[in-house]
């Protein structure tokens, strides 16, 4: 950046954040051709980056304006980038991370070993071409999610901003980077230096948050002049981010302990083999040799089948019209839907819509609800109308002592609404509506020109129903605030300070003088637990506060003081001597502003309320009909946490609440712990420092007894604590858990948890980025897991076991071949008839059971307790892969035996009757598999069976052409075909007949 200045306005802020400084336009006006520069004065340099960026030392940061030739350090590009290659390593990285693992590895020693002519089975291409199919399957689908994630940081790098010429005036064309800016304080002194070539004295000024703006800040109106400061990989934003860990499926981990009993099995059966020649010869070689020949038993298209299935269900998932907006963001394990037994969620802005609604205006001795704020209005209208400016006072003498003053109602209500529409950070921010250009409807406040935005929706949800009350805020801006009353008038107020609200204090305040009135007040507006402390002894803020919070609403306290002129004009001075304190500045700042925070006047309690989500009550009821034990994670305090469980039915109506006492010691948690034990079916609540000290010492028994609770509720809950849960309950119980949030501090919770799901809300797409799984609403988690979820578990499964029975069947068959051929390490089949079994012949019958469904989706839904049955992991177990070895032996036994007994005098007789009775086998056994016929699955059968029968044209090289047409060959396959068929599909029946599985009753 290149300008020149005289004055830079303040900055103070303690905390690690990232800041883009403002600096006051008069800093064009004067100074031009003089060299000026910043110095960031740190007693840390606290970047962890900037040894790597190059930065070096740790030093302070020197910014030169209009001459970065003159800078001493390299800085990183002011770029982001979330890819896990570039050109360069993508390629390298891909095999590296396949080739990392043990059976793609013995894969590719399988392939090179056939470059030995001693271990030569057969022509090279029946073991290169399936493995190259499959890592150009893989190379594919990484290059697809790195050409996305390339294109969502580019749209991130690409955002416009204007760079100043040394005048202070916009080069154009504008420049195409994000506009990351910052700068990195923690408890340090950070102060501006201005100097120049003709001997000016160095300014030093503090600065102060009220010229600052954090990196991606959206500004409300107008333009912002400031200074980079830190870029790329220095902002807070990245260096915060911590790269998640590598989820792995459930059903992975399982296919691959299934792979590795097959692969034993592969060993055992060569072993016997050599066994069985008496160990002749050069045996160790005859070992390698039956090793390759009976490498089908582990089957290489597995893991690709299985990769494309997993693209097919997340783009079903994407493409359903019912969840629209649904982004699948990790395609490697949407099956881990289907087995959910943990879901945890935020409450504010997942169960809840994160929009507020002003519900109840309580002044202590009356309370205005909803259906009387007209109530309100008219006190508002009242105190602005009336003739004399001053609200009369009714006198009323308290003991021996002076007299006090007492207010009327009229003049409580408008006290209150008054401190509300000017304590907060709202700005209005006008718009064109095609009726009024902009500059018009600033001009005159145009109602409906008016947008307000904010930090928070509280506040907004605060200056509307000012609004509503006769009471507008109609314009802002850093040192100014204007109302309009109900009659028009326009009250002008200077803003001399702000204290910002921060997650320390829990307040914010505001001191503002009335123009028209030359008083100065001090407003101030927080949580309870705060400003009891600050405001005047009164004896009901904390029932009230309680009984507001039961109710479900988001409770404020708004007090007030009046300063003085010299109150006020004593008070500057000692807060801007705290703010240029170069030791403990934030202390000495801190212990200012306090010292205006004792004995307020206490106005009004806000209620707010935070309306749930769009059937977020039948989504719930659908999870805990479906087994899904739910907790609900929330900073919230304890009594708006359990309100919010009660209205949305986490807890239902016959369930008993147990509200975990808060705890400190040891034995206190053992004594609370043993209460809890002694209930049953009882929802628990606890907070988040009684459970951190239950974790610490009774970490075994609270899990145990929490997860055998229906619901459990957490209130002020740190983000680091919500993800200690997810892992303890992955530890404890071994089951699945699903995290949901839609917040920044939801994300170590949703990439903590098997699958992660964000919620795109108001707080940003920081938690939809993060998560596996993105959608637009809570009640779409419900078709998320019941429907995708539950098919996408059930086809995976009947895919890998019907992959393996097809290497299975074939495997046998070569098995019986060697051992009537006096165990000869002698391949069955060669060259194009290996590759076309596992590909062209029988992938497309075989894949198309991804199509498969055994109930539609709206029976799904209406009956959750289908999706309970899959939490067993019985689609996918050593019963059901027990009894598809059982399947695969028996049917290439069959197969092979049979084409031994029928052959009549050449060997190529045995390779026709055996190979086309494996195909047709093989075809009618993904109709035995189906349970709903899809149109693509005819189709694929009949083109498998169509590509067969062309093939046998070109296939004369291992299959006699015109034995196939005679009447000898048809016969034979027919009756092989029958025996090793039939009996399965009698089984089918008759199991069906006599015990049918829990949805057949359904599909009627």
Request: charged fraction near 20%.
């Amino acid at each position: 950046f290149s300008f020149n200045f005289y004055k830079l306005l303040s900055f103070s802020y303690a905390s690690h954040i990232r800041k883009y400084i403002v600096l006051d336009k008069s800093l064009f006006d004067e100074g031009v051709g003089k060299k000026k520069k910043l110095i960031f004065t740190d007693t840390v340099f606290c970047c962890p980056w900037s040894r790597c960026c190059g930065g070096g030392d740790f030093r302070p940061r020197t910014v030169w304006l209009g001459h970065p030739e003159k800078r001493e350090q390299r800085y990183p590009r002011n770029v982001i980038n979330n890819q896990k290659y570039n050109f360069f390593t993508f390629l390298p990285g891909v095999l590296f991370n396949q080739f990392k693992y043990f059976f793609n590895l013995y894969f590719l020693l399988l392939a090179c070993s056939q470059f030995v002519n001693e271990l030569r089975l057969g022509a090279l291409y029946t073991y290169w071409v399936p493995l190259g199919f499959v890592l150009i399957i893989t190379i594919v689908r990484e290059a697809v999610e790195e050409m996305r994630c390339f294109l969502r940081d580019k749209e991130v790098n690409s955002q416009i901003y204007s760079k100043l010429s040394t005048r202070g005036e916009p080069l154009f064309p504008p420049i195409k980077h994000f506009f990351f800016v910052g700068i990195i304080v923690e408890n340090r002194t950070l102060t501006s230096i201005t100097s120049s070539e003709d001997g000016d004295p160095p300014v030093n000024e503090s600065l102060s948050i009220e010229n600052t703006l954090w990196a991606s800040t959206v500004i409300a109106s107008g333009t912002v002049v400031g200074v980079v400061i830190y870029t790329g990989k220095e902002l807070r934003s990245v260096m915060n981010t911590s790269n998640p860990r590598h989820k792995i499926g459930l059903f992975d981990l399982e296919v691959n302990c299934l792979t590795k009993i097959l692969f034993g099995a592969l060993v055992v059966v060569s072993l016997v083999m050599v066994a069985l020649q008496h160990f002749a010869g050069r045996w160790y070689l005859q070992i390698f040799r039956f090793l390759l020949l009976f490498s089908n038993i582990v089957p290489i298209s597995l893991r690709v089948n299985l990769d494309m299935g997993k693209m097919v269900f997340s783009w079903m998932i994407k493409k359903d019209s019912k969840i629209p907006g649904t982004v699948v963001r990790a395609s490697t394990f949407p099956e881990q839907l289907g087995r959910i037994s943990y879901l945890l969620t935020d409450k504010t802005g997942t169960l809840t819509q994160n929009e507020m609604v002003f519900r109840r205006l309580h002044l202590g001795t009356v309370a205005y609800g909803m259906d009387s704020m007209d109530e309100v209005q008219s006190h508002v209208f009242s105190a602005y109308t009336q003739v004399f400016p001053r609200i009369p006072y009714l006198q009323a003498s308290r003991g021996p002592g002076a007299p006090k003053v007492r207010k009327t109602i009229s003049s409580r209500v408008h006290e209150a609404v008054k401190a509300i529409a000017l304590v907060h950070n709202v700005t209005p921010v006008y718009e064109s509506n095609g009726v009024t250009d902009q500059a018009e409807a600033e001009m005159h406040y145009e109602d409906t020109c008016r947008v307000y935005q904010a930090s928070s929706p509280d506040e907004v949800s605060l200056v509307q129903w000012t609004e509503s009350v006769g009471l507008t805020l109609v314009g802002r801006d850093q040192s100014s605030m204007q109302l309009r009353t109900p009659s028009g008038q326009i009250l002008n107020f200077t803003i001399l300070q702000i204290f910002p609200f921060t997650y320390e204090s829990k307040r914010m305040g505001i001191i503002v003088r009335d123009e028209s009135t030359g008083e100065i007040t001090f407003y101030m507006k927080g949580a309870d637990v705060m400003m009891a402390g600050i405001v005047q002894y009164n004896d009901w803020l904390e029932e009230e506060c309680g009984n507001m919070a039961r109710e479900g609403l988001r409770v404020l306290v708004v007090a007030k003081k009046s300063l003085t002129e010299e109150q006020y004009q004593d008070f500057e001075a000692r807060y801007v001597q705290a703010k240029l304190s170069v030791h403990d500045r934030s202390l000495k700042v801190a212990t200012v502003i306090e010292s205006l925070e004792m004995e307020m006047e206490l106005l009004c309690l806000t209620g707010v309320e935070d309306q749930l989500q769009a059937d977020v009550r039948p989504t719930l009821e659908i999870l805990r009909n479906a087994g899904i034990k739910v907790w609900m994670l929330t900073g919230d305090k304890l009594e708006t946490a359990t309100c919010t469980a009660k209205n949305a039915h986490l807890v239902t109506r016959n369930q008993d609440i147990h509200v975990f006492r808060p705890v400190t010691t040891r034995s206190e948690a053992h004594l609370e712990l043993n209460a809890f034990r002694r209930k049953h079916d009882c929802a628990l609540v606890i907070s988040g420092d009684s459970l951190e000290v239950c974790l610490k010492y009774y970490e075994y028994e609270f899990m145990e007894l929490a997860c055998q609770s229906p619901a459990v509720v957490c209130c002020r809950c740190a983000p680091t604590q919500k993800a200690q849960i997810v892992r303890l309950l992955q530890e404890r119980t071994g089951k699945l858990t699903c995290a949901v949030g839609d917040g920044g501090n939801d994300v170590s919770m949703i990439q903590e948890a098997d699958c992660g799901v964000g919620v795109e809300g108001k707080e940003g797409k920081q938690a939809s980025l993060a998560a596996d799984f993105s959608i637009t609403q809570f009640k779409h988690l419900g078709r998320l897991l019941m429907v995708h979820g539950r098919n996408s578990y059930k086809r995976s499964a009947a895919l890998s076991q019907f992959v393996i029975h097809r290497s299975l069947c074939i495997s046998t068959m070569q098995a019986v071949f060697s051992s009537v051929f006096y165990f000869a390490s002698v391949p069955l089949y060669q060259g194009f008839l290996i590759i076309g079994y596992s590909t062209i012949y029988t992938m497309f019958p075989v894949f198309s059971l991804v199509l498969d469904k055994d109930v539609k989706s709206e029976v799904a839904m209406l009956y959750p307790e289908l999706y309970k049955d899959l939490l067993k992991g019985r689609p996918l177990s050593f019963k059901t892969f027990l009894i598809w070895v059982l399947i695969s032996i028996y049917q290439g036994s069959i197969i092979m035996y049979g084409a031994l007994l029928l052959f009549e005098s050449e060997f190529v007789h045995i390779v026709a009757i055996s190979f086309t009775s494996l195909i047709l086998t093989e075809l009618l056994m993904v109709a035995l598999t189906v349970q709903t016929w899809h149109w693509l699955m005819i189709v694929a059968e009949l083109l498998s069976l169509a590509c067969y029968i062309a093939s046998l044209v070109f296939l004369h090289e291992f299959i006699d052409v015109y034995f196939i047409a005679t009447l000898s060959f048809v016969w034979k396959v027919t009756a092989i075909t029958l025996v090793s068929c039939l009996p399965l599909y009698i089984l089918k029946y008759l199991r069906r007949r006599f015990s049918p599985p829990s949805y057949s009753k359904l599909t009627s």
